[in-house]
């Protein structure tokens, strides 16, 4: 059973979220403070964090960080803050995805099995040979989940993996944003566009020599991206 942790300082908020993710079959913990939950999600196995932005003892921002620094698990987060900076920064330190309160318990249940399912489906496989794409002097491991920039490693949430590895699995093809947040987020893109844009910000500072003149990564202006091989 999949272990869903709730870093939440709303007790009547995190109960609802806890009572509807566990009738949909996940087993649930929570946690009401941001230190507590940041050495919950470190010391044991959950395949999933919700995590509030605004904690006593430690901010959203702060577990969101250091758990991206040990972890590479999903983590949605959720806020009542509507700012797109608010946005933009969680999904920079590494959050897969950003919901504004307030939001129904039925469309966290949906994002919650979105992300488990995408992520299960591309680390569910140990026994078969790596599947490896390699392009350019970049070398993605699929089967583990890595990425080798000229033979050194660089560390990619699991939504930049993901986009990365579709972006060069269909070199040469222009993608919009929403054809993007739709691939990869398996959402449609209605006011969620800085998402793909923070993460293709992301990416091009771990493989692009210059992230000004980007030689992986390129800008269709008025259009979308696309890989060049």
Same mark, same amino acid.
């Given at each position: 059973?999949?272990?869903? +942790?709730?870093?939440?300082?709303?007790?009547?908020?995190?109960?609802?979220?806890?009572?509807?993710?566990?009738?949909?079959?996940?087993?649930?913990?929570?946690?009401?403070?941001?230190?507590?939950?940041?050495?919950?999600?470190?010391?044991?196995?959950?395949?999933? !964090? !919700?995590?509030? +932005?605004?904690?006593?003892?430690?901010?959203?921002?702060?577990?969101?960080?250091?758990?991206?620094?040990?972890?590479?698990?999903?983590?949605?987060?959720?806020?009542?803050?509507?700012?797109?900076?608010?946005?933009?920064?969680?999904?920079?330190?590494?959050?897969?995805?950003?919901?504004?309160?307030?939001?129904?318990?039925?469309? +966290?249940?949906?994002?919650?099995?979105?992300?488990?399912?995408?992520?299960?489906?591309?680390?569910?496989?140990?026994?078969?040979?790596?599947?490896?794409?390699?392009?350019r002097g970049i070398?993605?491991?699929?089967?583990?989940?890595?990425?080798?920039?000229?033979?050194?490693?660089?560390?990619?949430?699991?939504?930049?993996?993901?986009?990365?590895?579709?972006?060069?699995?269909?070199?040469?093809?222009?993608?919009?944003?929403?054809?993007?947040?739709?691939?990869?987020?398996?959402?449609?893109?209605?006011?969620?566009?800085?998402?793909?844009?923070?993460?293709?910000?992301?990416?091009?500072?771990?493989?692009?020599?210059?992230?000004?003149?980007?030689?992986?990564?390129?800008?269709?202006?008025?259009?979308?991206y696309r890989f060049?091989?």
């Amino acid at each position: 059973m999949s272990r869903i +942790l709730i870093i939440e300082d709303e007790v009547e908020i995190a109960d609802l979220e806890k009572d509807y993710l566990e009738l949909s079959g996940f087993e649930v913990a929570i946690a009401n403070a941001g230190d507590t939950g940041l050495d919950m999600a470190l010391k044991e196995d959950f395949d999933l !964090v !919700v995590l509030d +932005l605004m904690l006593p003892g430690m901010d959203g921002f702060e577990v969101c960080k250091s758990i991206r620094e040990k972890k590479n698990i999903p983590i949605l987060m959720v806020s009542a803050k509507k700012d797109d900076i608010d946005k933009i920064r969680g999904l920079g330190l590494g959050a897969d995805d950003y919901m504004t309160k307030p939001f129904s318990p039925s469309e +966290l249940v949906a994002r919650v099995k979105a992300h488990m399912a995408r992520y299960e489906r591309l680390v569910g496989s140990h026994s078969k040979e790596n599947d490896i794409v390699e392009i350019r002097g970049i070398r993605i491991d699929k089967t583990a989940r890595r990425v080798y920039v000229d033979g050194v490693e660089k560390v990619f949430t699991s939504k930049e993996f993901d986009l990365l590895t579709f972006l060069a699995e269909h070199p040469n093809h222009v993608y919009t944003k929403e054809e993007l947040f739709r691939e990869i987020w398996n959402m449609e893109s209605v006011g969620d566009i800085a998402t793909v844009t923070v993460h293709i910000k992301k990416i091009r500072e771990k493989i692009e020599y210059d992230t000004a003149k980007p030689q992986y990564i390129e800008t269709i202006w008025g259009v979308g991206y696309r890989f060049k091989i």
